[in-house]
């Protein structure tokens, strides 16, 4: 699976040894060493997906995320030397999808890219429209409508979170059951990959997120939707 690569390391031997790696798995790689050259660079042509380290110089990785994601919906994956979480939730609630750690392994970074840009592409296996309370969702279309006809915007990962709870209306979903159905893994992720994207959605979908009617938690189960 080929794709275009944004790396944004300003580390020259991580950044290189990054594009060396992603090359040899088959992507078309372009590293840049600041958040500021990545905006630039994205303008001009924008990418499949975007690797962004959190501790960059000037424009920080997490204004770099958000910056990205006002105008697009590209899957991003940050770049974190820590796994603790603060650093996690601060770039996940920045709008990044998913995360690793310094070191990795580069097979793992490449099963991570392959998983998002696996979900970023349609497939014949979407399900035909799904509605709960006044929204409707159109997944073959990736698009999520309110019942005056006005479009929310959700990116790739949020869009596909929503269509899986939509497609089981009431029933409980682990966030074991989640991970492997919008991420495309479970031994790679955590469940903090989730419930950061809940509360995004929640912001999204529910007239009052501290009180939610149709994304509810279960404890010590997981979440459901409600119609």
Not at 14 to 34: F, N, Q, T
Not at 111 to 119: D, G, S, T, V
Not at 188 to 216: C, M, N, S, W, Y
Request: with cysteine; proline share 5%.
């Amino acid at each position: 699976m080929s794709g275009r690569i944004l790396v944004v390391e300003d580390d020259e031997r991580i950044r290189s040894s990054m594009r060396l790696a992603l090359e040899g798995e088959g992507y078309d790689v372009k590293d840049v060493a600041s958040g500021e050259e990545a905006l630039d660079v994205f303008a001009d042509a924008p990418t499949d997906v975007a690797l962004i380290d959190i501790m960059l110089p000037g424009m920080d990785g997490f204004e770099c995320c958000r910056a990205l994601r006002r105008q697009s919906a590209v899957p991003i994956i940050i770049v974190t030397a820590r796994a603790d979480t603060h650093d996690v939730v601060a770039g996940l609630e920045a709008g990044a999808d998913d995360y690793v750690t310094k070191p990795f392994v580069a097979k793992e970074l490449a099963a991570r890219i392959r998983a998002l840009l696996r979900r970023a592409r349609p497939t014949e296996e979407d399900p035909g429209a799904l509605s709960f309370g006044t929204m409707q969702l159109l997944p073959e279309q990736g698009v999520l409508r309110k019942a005056d006809g006005t479009e929310v915007h959700c990116t790739r990962t949020e869009f596909r979170l929503l269509c899986e709870l939509a497609a089981s209306p009431n029933k409980v979903l682990s966030r074991e059951q989640l991970l492997d159905r919008v991420w495309g893994y479970d031994y790679f992720g955590d469940g903090r990959l989730v419930d950061v994207h809940i509360r995004r959605l929640r912001t999204k979908v529910e007239a009052d997120p501290a009180l939610p009617q149709h994304i509810l938690t279960v404890r010590g189960m997981g979440y459901k939707l409600v119609p």
